[in-house]
């Protein structure tokens, strides 16, 4: 895998220009070098787990070609097992944007007085447990029926309705204590969950100017065929010795398509960027080997200068019912021998927003700071559970974002247009044996071209 960056300069020839005037940086992957594991043959044991796994555990170290793996499968899984508290069960919210606090109370109202509906509903023990739930769906209010069970989660509360809450500030439970003249099977109490929309502002802030960016490419070969892999290796060490702002990362990864590795491998590049190399970038702009700018550069800086500090993150909030009714959100994955394995299921952490989205991000540099070296128990926790989850970089900075000091900072935008054809796409579907299937983006065509008509001018 290769990243790849580029820096503004001025005054230099055309083509040292267009190479020279950004960062490039990649990073290569390598398929033959193991990553993260310890391939020491004297530690390759095949012991037997101590603890009891859960199916899909084993059979998925029963599929692990490896002894190594095996072990290593078995390792893991028994840590998570037996450690009730491995992932984090719930993580502070540092967004200063908020509608009130989680768990505040509106009051208790007689369900069929309020007029508005709920766009989802589930059945739940606790309230807290349905606020978390609304929050999760990205709904300000979530109303519990604290006897039946039941939640609803609403995006909009009218203000008429306030007048049929007749127990303002308290729960239908405590109301009842010492009032007994309503039905109490028709009450619900209604909570905040705190939530409230943000990264839609697109508003320039400075004016234009030139700035730093980095071009961060991830370019792997195919793992079988090996001399594709080192010819590509070859060539782009050569583009390494000829220009200066041009650097592979010091570690070769391996990863494959959705892989925990992706995560790790991004966060120590990040780290050699800042530490080693220690340039004074504004942006750092993940790019895909199939980008096609249709932007000059120097227009790409100019624009992004009028936004110092802003991070463009695609996502979706259409897509956060689908994303958190998936199983892969809900699982447990561990890479091994370039294979991405499904050992069980984890819960979701309370009290934070899920965000899904693109992994084609613009970064700022005090974003990525805060993602890579920050210690609070939000980064801390969520570091650690992206480190067991599929897809990690279309969620992690998502939800890192929008749940941290840096909400503020957030554009659902990432200042690119992909072909996102299903039907073509998402091939692997109909496929019976998998631990993880997504789709592709696929290539534009002129019969496209009507897509492009109604994409907006953002600039």
């Given amino acids: ?246 650097v592979m990362a010091k570690i070769r990864y391996r990863t494959t398509w959705g892989s925990t590795t992706r995560l790790l491998a991004e966060l120590d590049v990040y780290k050699q960027l800042i530490e080693d190399l220690k340039w004074n970038f504004s942006f750092v702009i993940s790019m895909s080997e199939s980008d096609f700018p249709i932007k000059p550069i120097e227009e790409l800086s100019e624009f992004l200068s009028m936004f110092p500090n802003k991070n463009f993150i695609v996502g979706d909030i259409g897509n956060t019912t689908e994303m958190l009714e998936s199983s892969e959100t809900r699982s447990i994955f561990v890479f091994c021998d370039n294979y991405l394995y499904r050992l069980g299921h984890k819960k979701f952490i309370q009290n934070i927003i899920y965000e899904f989205g693109s992994d084609w991000t613009i970064l700022s540099r005090d974003f990525i700071n805060y993602v890579t070296y920050g210690d609070d128990e939000l980064i801390r926790g969520l570091r650690l559970t992206f480190n067991f989850s599929a897809l990690p970089s279309e969620s992690f900075y998502h939800t890192a974002v929008i749940n941290s000091v840096y909400c503020d900072k957030y554009i659902r935008h990432n200042l690119r247009m992909v072909n996102w054809d299903r039907k073509r796409g998402c091939t692997c579907f109909n496929r019976d044996v998998g631990d993880l299937c997504g789709c592709s983006p696929v290539i534009y065509r002129r019969s496209d071209k009507k897509l492009f008509a109604v994409s907006r001018n953002i600039h």
């Fill in 1 to 246: 895998m290769y990243i790849l960056s580029i820096f503004w300069q001025q005054k230099i020839p055309v083509w040292d220009r267009l190479i020279s005037k950004w960062l490039l940086f990649i990073v290569l992957v390598n398929f033959a070098n193991a990553f993260i594991q310890n391939d020491d043959p004297s530690e390759i044991l095949d012991i037997q787990p101590k603890c009891v796994l859960d199916e899909q555990a084993t059979f998925a170290i029963s599929r692990a070609k490896t002894d190594y793996c095996k072990t290593y499968l078995k390792e893991i899984s028994c840590e998570i097992a037996s450690n009730p508290n491995f992932f984090p069960s719930s993580l502070p919210r540092f967004c200063p944007i908020k509608n009130g606090n989680f768990g505040e109370i509106i009051g208790c109202a007689l369900n069929t007085s309020i007029n508005t509906t709920s766009f989802i509903a589930h059945h739940f023990n606790t309230s807290i447990m349905c606020i978390d739930f609304c929050l999760k769906y990205e709904a300000p209010f979530a109303a519990y029926g604290e006897f039946t069970g039941h939640c609803n989660c609403w995006r909009i509360f009218n203000n008429a309705s306030v007048s049929n809450i007749f127990a303002i500030n308290h729960t239908c439970s405590d109301w009842f204590a010492d009032n007994d003249n309503r039905s109490i099977a028709e009450t619900v109490t209604l909570y905040r969950t705190s939530f409230v929309p943000v990264g839609t502002g697109f508003k320039p802030e400075t004016p234009p100017n030139q700035i730093s960016l980095v071009f961060f490419f991830l370019v792997s070969g195919r793992k079988s065929l090996r001399q594709n892999e080192r010819y590509l290796y070859r060539e782009l060490s050569k583009l390494c010795d000829r220009y200066s702002n041009i």
